[in-house]
């Protein structure tokens, strides 16, 4: 079946998406394969990433582009809502934790980075209640996980509309992923030693403005300075 649709896909090359994509290929490999870039003559050889990511699949949020790194800088994970589960070894198949593993067993990344955005329709369904029980499988077992974020949000914050707590929520649940990372006893130990840094993020899309939650003050503050945005931290008391 996968032979015929690849087969009729090629009948159709001027197909819009597939120009698009193939388009931004063709300039990928002139930018990374020309003659005087050596960078994919070193990467043939393994992966150093600078960090692990884990990320929102929101397509409007990719870490790669908000950081503006090169092919090789950046491990990442990205799965529906940013989400990091507590550390269960229980044999069943659990992909944001493989990759956690090997990110911090093998490439031995020194930093690890939550990034959290707004308007996330994942904390979405999860405010809203998990997701159109009609039609979605798998999204509301999913997002369930940042459930505690939830509560503390309603625990903080009660009597306020959907669109507000899932702003909290958001915000709350970059802070219960890195929770859930110190579950790992690998993680933990490489924390406590001193070889890795724990860091949460979250993208304001519509500000434009990346935050960094500062621990100490329970706060997230503007990491990087934007001309027109104001620097107040923003609150994520519970």
């Not at 092919?71 to 944001?96: E, I, M, S, T």
């Not at 790992?184 to 490489?190: L, Q």
């Not at 949460?200 to 990087?224: H, I, T």
């Amino acid at each position: 079946m996968s032979f015929h649709i690849i087969r009729a896909r090629r009948a159709h090359p001027q197909h819009p998406v597939l120009l698009r994509l193939t388009s931004g290929f063709r300039r990928f490999q002139y930018r990374w394969y020309h003659p005087d870039e050596p960078l994919f003559e070193s990467l043939r050889e393994g992966q150093n990433p600078l960090a692990l990511v884990i990320a929102c699949c929101d397509s409007r949020v990719d870490p790669v582009l908000l950081t503006d790194c090169r092919p090789g800088d950046l491990f990442v994970v990205r799965n529906v809502a940013n989400l990091v589960p507590p550390y269960a070894p229980d044999g069943g198949r659990h992909g944001v934790s493989a990759a956690l593993e090997y990110a911090v067993k093998h490439l031995r990344v020194q930093d690890v980075i939550i990034m959290g955005h707004a308007c996330c329709g994942g904390i979405h369904a999860l405010v809203s209640g998990g997701g159109d029980e009609n039609r979605d499988e798998f999204i509301g077992p999913w997002v369930d996980v940042a459930r505690h974020a939830l509560e503390k949000v309603d625990e903080a914050m009660p009597g306020a509309c959907d669109a507000d707590r899932a702003r909290a929520c958001e915000l709350w649940n970059v802070r219960l992923s890195l929770d859930n990372l110190m579950t790992f006893p690998w993680v933990k130990s490489a924390v406590e030693e001193g070889r890795l840094s724990l860091h949460g993020w979250y993208f304001d899309l519509q500000s434009g403005e990346l935050l960094e939650y500062d621990a100490e003050r329970q706060a997230f503050r503007p990491l990087v300075g934007h001309p027109h945005v104001g620097r107040n931290p923003v609150s994520s008391r519970g």
